[in-house]
């Protein structure tokens, strides 16, 4: 009997920790949307600030293009070395 309620107790802690490890994780990744993507930009390369994570710009590098900005897409080395 001893060993059920300890066994019991174990996993209630368990389940707890697990519960307190996800709402930190969850506020620490919470991204706030702004309302109008802006663009800050060099002549040809800029980064698009979509939202804030605290006091941090989350976005995407983009490119200028004829005028219009796109989101490139990254190779790895194979891409770089490959004739």
């Keep these: 009997m001893y060993v059920r309620i300890r066994l019991a107790l174990v996993a209630a802690v368990w389940i707890a920790s697990l519960v307190a490890v996800g709402t930190l994780v969850r ?9 109008s993507p802006v663009v800050l ?33 990254f190779g790895g080395a194979d891409a770089i070395l490959a004739p």
């Design 41 to 73: 930009s060099g002549a040809d390369i800029g980064f698009r600030v979509t939202g804030m994570t605290g006091n941090t710009p989350t976005g995407n590098v983009v490119i200028r293009i004829n005028g219009q900005w796109i989101v490139p897409k």
């Design 27 to 35: 506020a620490q990744t919470r991204t706030t949307p702004i309302p």
